[in-house]
């Protein structure tokens, strides 16, 4: 898993000392904070033509897995949207977002899976 780091600057705060001068600081208004990115592919499920789709996830891009599912639904082209994500032998479904492995493929189908 990739990490990013958000790096957020510190702007110059005015503060008032007890002789009344006011003095600039530069005090950190954010601390910075590692955002972990992972990139998959995705692919049409029972179409060979269709040459993937890489994604990048991250806590930024998709804050749930149903977010990832509406976006998936308007990029990979199925009658019904992309319902259900598994890995590309069909044997488990993905259900979050937490089950995507950064550098593997998964398969978009628009029919709701039933495997475990």
């Known amino acids: 898993m990739r990490e990013t780091p958000v790096v957020r600057k510190a702007f110059p705060q005015a503060q008032s000392t007890c002789s009344g001068h006011t003095q600039m600081t530069s005090r950190p208004l954010h601390i910075t904070e590692p955002t972990a990115s992972k990139r998959v592919c995705f692919y049409k499920s029972g179409d060979s033509q269709f040459s993937g789709l890489p994604v ?25 949207g992309v319902r259900t994500i598994t890995t590309p032998h069909g044997h ?25």
Not at 56 to 80: E, M, Y
Not at 92 to 116: F, K, P
């Open 92 to 116: 488990t479904a993905v259900q979050s977002l937490d089950q995507l492995h950064h550098g593997h493929s998964y398969i978009c189908s628009d029919r709701v899976s039933n495997c475990g």
């Open 56 to 80: 990048v996830i991250n806590s930024r891009t998709f804050k749930t897995f149903d977010a990832l599912l509406d976006s998936l639904s308007k990029r990979v082209p199925l009658p019904f």
